[in-house]
């Protein structure tokens, strides 16, 4: 990866290059000026944050065919500006950004999905008070996420990192009135700051050993070839090299991000926002933000005797199958697809470790299609049946939401991975057959290959829940308005064409993102072993439909009525219900020590500390009485007594000199007289 990376010349900024910061500005503004507004002008609110997007889009897709046109000439296109934000000595810290294929591909990906969420969100939140300032969070939110995009300074990164968290945390707790929304958004904004802690420990440790947090530089950033082999050579600690460690802290800040193991908690309670809040977080930004830190940083991780990567792929492979489990006993529609997300989330890490960059991209991009078209499907199901969540009170939906269940259907399959015609089997069996070949165990593969299963299997309980059967709520369901469908089909649209294009579109996404021949790419779908997986992959996805369909398909339980796999195994179904225990766990372990802690911590406060406070006080008053008393007596006493001496003896002076010629003569004589008695006392000693 070390020669490829070098493999891209130093380039001259273009114009398109020049312009790329206006990408994540623009929105930015357009959420300052949407802050001004007054809660009335809503019309207004949504075209700023709209108008904005779609400027953002345009200028993407023109950075974007910049990039392309120059691949199809030959030569990988990297361009970077940067310029200096802090100079201390001879010391300088840098920000710039960066267009290449990676940036490119994500800018409009970002830009795309996040305009059709902002369109959906017009008819979701019409009837939403705060509507303006929902809008307002949208714009920031899009724009810090355009920010990281950008971002060739891992500080200029991280501060949109940031920036991202908080907006996370605006959006998640947008209905604060809500208990459960305001616990989550704190809990959201809690757990990724224990991540963020490690990811910062990270950049000053880069910072340290290599000068620079720039990512590209004519050859000096920190992930060239010069940095990498200072990081590769320097050692840390337990055997490991600099580039080990610091590729380690920064995957740490992903896994809080990504919502990856154990840092998972914070995501599905994400869901309590509003489900355009859902959709953006879950499917095409801040969730993807921690993959697409790893994958701009893959030139350290690979750097690093490859123990970075396997932590990232075993990690992945864990949280696939970890997050999965627990979405087979869920109830709650957005709930599933929470932990759908986190499940698909270690898809794609695992991928980046076994497969590199374009693995885990792939599939990054193809799930921001189908989960973003999951979530503003359960939103419009949601809105639908009068702000009902719980699947088990639904049913029969594909008569009354038709353009919905068409939708949700296509995503479904593609979430699932259903072979060759749609967009997930293509981005899912690339992990799996990266899985396959690899040389080291083949222990992800298998952790994969059932995460697989259960997706197929608990997206089609979903569905035959929500669709089939009879209708068990109360009230009519109803189709939402256009507004809401049209983004709908949109996203299903290309749900299908990028599984339609599955066979060329894969080589094409890789040659493009790792410089490579497209011919070599497509030569392998020939091969034997490639047909193999192909099968082994169609087999598992029909394998988890077939179970779904067979316990749950166009049935109509009772909503009190117990689960068939509840039935089946209590125990089991129990600990999966209740999501493993691991919010329990934490409770009893981590949140019980730091409130154990911060009880001491009070006490210490009001009875070490608050004691040392008042005896320091105590002794400064003594010594403040003291000083009082010391200075009146002393000091200003044998001052003040010395001028009265001085003052008397000077009045009995003046009083002596009275001008009179008679007195002075008395005294003269009176002088002598002294003098003369005292010479005849002498002379007779």
């Known amino acids: 990866m070390i020669e490829q990376v070098a493999g891209f010349a130093p380039q001259t900024a273009s114009g398109i290059a020049q312009l790329l910061w206006l990408i994540p500005a623009v929105p930015i503004v357009?959420?300052?000026?949407?802050?001004?507004?007054?809660?009335?002008?809503?019309?207004?609110?949504?075209?700023?944050?709209?108008?904005?997007?779609?400027?953002?889009?345009?200028?993407?897709?023109?950075?974007?065919?910049?990039?392309?046109?120059g691949w199809a000439a030959?030569?990988?296109?990297?361009?970077?500006?940067?310029?200096?934000?802090?100079?201390?000595?001879?010391?300088?810290?840098?920000?710039?950004?960066?267009?290449?294929?990676?940036?490119?591909?994500?800018?409009?990906?970002?830009?795309?999905?996040?305009?059709?969420?902002?369109?959906?969100?017009?008819?979701?939140?019409?009837?939403d008070e705060n509507f303006t300032r929902f809008f307002c969070f949208l714009a920031l939110f899009a724009g810090a996420m355009l920010g990281v995009v950008i971002a060739n300074s891992l500080l200029l990164l991280f501060i949109c990192w940031e920036l991202v968290g908080l907006t996370s945390y605006l959006l998640?707790?947008?209905?604060?009135?809500?208990?459960?929304?305001?616990?989550?958004?704190?809990?959201?904004?809690?757990t990724t700051r224990v991540g963020d802690i490690f990811f910062f420990l990270g950049i000053v440790w880069l910072f340290s050993q290599t000068g620079t947090l720039l990512f590209y530089n004519n050859g000096v950033g920190s992930m060239e070839p010069v940095a990498l082999g200072g990081l590769v050579s320097a050692h840390a600690a337990l055997g490991l090299s600099a580039a080990t460690v610091i590729g380690l802290l920064l995957f740490a800040g992903a896994v809080?991000?990504?919502?990856?193991?154990?840092?998972?908690?914070?995501?599905?309670?994400?869901?309590?926002?509003?489900?355009?809040?859902?959709?953006?977080?879950?499917?095409?930004?801040?969730?993807?933000a921690g993959v697409y830190l790893i994958a701009r940083v893959y030139?350290?991780?690979?750097?690093?005797?490859?123990?970075?990567?396997?932590?990232?792929?075993?990690?992945?492979?864990?949280?696939?199958?970890?997050?999965?489990?627990?979405?087979?006993?869920?109830n709650d529609i957005k709930r599933i697809l929470a932990y759908s997300t986190v499940s698909q989330l270690g898809y794609m890490m695992a991928g980046l470790g076994l497969g590199g960059v374009a693995v885990g991209i792939f599939h990054l991009i193809t799930h921001a299609f189908f989960k973003a078209l999951l979530f503003l499907g359960a939103g419009a199901v949601i809105h639908g049946c009068h702000e009902e969540q719980d699947i088990r009170k639904?049913?029969?939906?594909?008569?009354?939401?038709?353009?919905?269940?068409?939708?949700?259907?296509?995503?479904?399959?593609?979430?699932?991975?259903?072979?060759?015609?749609?967009?997930?089997?293509?981005?899912?069996?690339?992990?799996l057959e990266a899985a396959k070949q690899s040389s080291g165990s083949k222990g992800p593969?298998?952790?994969?290959?059932?995460g697989a299963v259960l997706t197929a299997f608990y997206m089609m309980r979903q569905v035959s829940y929500?669709?089939?059967?009879?209708?068990?709520?109360?009230?009519?369901?109803?189709?939402?308005?256009?507004?809401?469908?049209?983004?709908?089909?949109?996203?299903?649209?290309f749900a299908i064409a990028l599984g339609a294009i599955g066979t060329p579109a894969w080589p094409w996404f890789r040659g493009f993102l790792e410089d490579r021949s497209v011919s070599f790419e497509l030569a392998k779908f020939g091969e034997p072993s490639f047909l193999a997986l192909l099968a082994t992959s169609t087999v598992i996805v029909f394998v988890g439909l077939g179970l779904g369909w067979l316990l749950y398909g166009n049935k109509s339980p009772e909503p009190e009525e117990r689960d068939v796999l509840e039935k089946a195994a209590p125990p089991v179904w129990a600990a999966l219900a209740n999501r493993l225990y691991v919010d329990e766990l934490y409770g009893v372990t981590f949140i019980a020590f730091y409130a154990w802690w911060a009880r001491v911590a009070d006490w210490m406060d009001r009875h070490v500390w608050g004691g040392i406070v008042a005896l320091v006080t105590v002794i400064f008053g003594l010594l403040a009485r003291f000083n009082r008393f010391f200075d009146n007596e002393w000091i200003n006493g044998g001052f003040d007594k010395s001028c009265e001496e001085l003052y008397s003896g000077g009045g009995m002076a003046a009083r002596a000199q009275s001008g009179r010629v008679q007195t002075y003569l008395r005294i003269l004589a009176l002088g002598v007289v002294v003098l003369v008695v005292i010479l005849i006392w002498s002379s007779r000693g």
């Open 445 to 450: 593969f298998y952790l994969l290959a059932f």
């Open 30 to 69: 357009a959420a300052g000026l949407i802050a001004l507004l007054k809660r009335p002008r809503r019309k207004l609110a949504a075209r700023l944050a709209i108008g904005s997007l779609v400027f953002s889009l345009l200028l993407a897709l023109c950075a974007f065919v910049h990039v392309i046109s």
């Open 466 to 493: 929500v669709f089939f059967g009879k209708w068990r709520g109360h009230g009519h369901a109803h189709e939402s308005p256009r507004v809401m469908t049209t983004p709908l089909a949109i996203l299903a649209f």
């Open 172 to 190: 998640i707790g947008f209905w604060y009135h809500k208990p459960s929304a305001a616990a989550a958004a704190k809990k959201a904004f809690l």
């Open 256 to 288: 809080g991000k990504s919502g990856q193991l154990p840092l998972h908690v914070w995501l599905p309670d994400a869901m309590e926002g509003p489900t355009p809040v859902s959709a953006l977080i879950h499917a095409a930004t801040m969730v993807a």
């Open 299 to 330: 030139p350290l991780m690979q750097a690093g005797a490859g123990t970075s990567l396997t932590v990232v792929t075993w990690v992945g492979a864990a949280t696939a199958v970890f997050a999965a489990l627990i979405a087979v006993a869920q």
């Open 394 to 431: 639904m049913g029969g939906l594909r008569k009354e939401m038709k353009i919905t269940f068409l939708t949700y259907a296509i995503a479904m399959l593609a979430l699932s991975g259903f072979p060759l015609l749609f967009s997930g089997f293509w981005s899912k069996d690339a992990i």
């Open 74 to 127: 030959g030569h990988a296109v990297r361009e970077t500006v940067n310029f200096t934000w802090v100079q201390f000595g001879t010391a300088t810290i840098d920000l710039g950004w960066v267009l290449d294929p990676l940036s490119a591909v994500m800018l409009v990906m970002v830009t795309f999905v996040g305009l059709l969420i902002f369109i959906y969100s017009i008819g979701y939140m019409e009837h």
